[in-house]
């Protein structure tokens, strides 16, 4: 049976790319790939050519979640399951695959109307390492991929099978709390890999579909220097330092230039299959994650 294994790479629409790059490099550490054409930015995060990539353009929100597999069997197996399904799929033009860095794609979206990418073959660069412009030990990445976004969905409990039964997606928990910055929430997280959770489901007035993007780093002091920066910069801290009640992360929230939240985090749990048993819980931090109100 195919199986998704990674989040791969997003794309976000974005009208500021010149804030966002300052964002990116100057904040939050990621590598800018130069030569990029006009209206187009693309992150580096590890020795993949990008995973990060925002277009310019009205939405100020996500495009494309792109996840991937292990070999052109498995990347088979999920289109069959898909058609199957009465799934409309499509397979990337060679100029796609080129754009991506992949040696084949599939494209198609998921019950809530996201453009969901999923591929092979990613191309490496281990000679050209990642080189974060900033004093910075790097990201987890590797085959725990970019790591992990949280879509905002109003049918949770289709989105959650159709990630589930169709692409290969594993339960980890949920979380249904009353006080969510002030409202309920309800949330449901799947993971592919070791990661606890690659991606995120649950409903939110917030007025787009990426609830968050989360950038794990590798070093405990990243996540302070990161916050040094961010208070040093026009950009907002969204939620306090806390750990996740579900996944351990130690953290805190920062708005990037399209009002998307970023997390930036360290020390996430990695599960074993068959070692978690999966559960409710009825507050999304274990301590700390105040929402901050702007000033």
Request: aromatic letters at 8%.
């Amino acid at each position: 049976m195919g199986q998704v294994k990674r989040l791969a790479y997003i794309q976000i629409e974005a009208t500021d790319l010149e804030a966002w790059s300052a964002f990116a490099g100057g904040v939050m550490g990621c590598e800018i790939v130069p030569g990029t054409p006009p209206g187009d930015l693309r992150l580096r995060v590890d020795d993949r050519p990008w995973r990060i990539q925002v277009t310019e353009g009205p939405r100020n929100d996500i495009v494309v979640v792109g996840l991937e597999v292990d070999c052109g069997e498995d990347l088979a197996a999920i289109r069959t399951r898909l058609a199957d399904a009465g799934i409309d799929v499509h397979a990337g033009s060679t100029e796609a695959c080129e754009a991506r860095g992949v040696r084949e794609l599939l494209c198609f979206r998921d019950p809530a109307g996201m453009e969901v990418e999923l591929s092979y073959g990613s191309l490496m660069r281990p000679q050209q390492p990642f080189k974060s412009p900033l004093a910075h030990g790097g990201f987890v990445t590797g085959d725990q991929g970019l790591g992990h976004v949280m879509l905002v969905v109003e049918n949770v409990a289709e989105v959650h099978r159709f990630y589930c039964e169709l692409l290969g997606f594993v339960t980890s928990d949920f979380v249904a709390t009353d006080n969510y910055g002030g409202q309920k929430g309800s949330f449901v997280f799947m993971r592919c890999n070791q990661r606890h959770h690659s991606l995120a489901i649950g409903y939110l007035p917030l007025g787009r579909r990426l609830g968050h993007l989360m950038l794990q780093v590798r070093e405990f002091d990243d996540v302070g220097r990161t916050l040094d920066r961010v208070h040093q910069s026009p950009f907002r801290q969204t939620r306090a330092l806390g750990r996740h009640i579900n996944d351990r992360m130690f953290s805190f929230y920062v708005e990037s230039p399209s009002g998307v939240q970023i997390e930036c985090g360290w020390g996430g749990l990695e599960v074993e299959e068959g070692d978690l048993e999966v559960k409710t819980y009825d507050v999304t931090s274990a301590w700390g994650h105040q929402h901050l109100l702007p000033k």
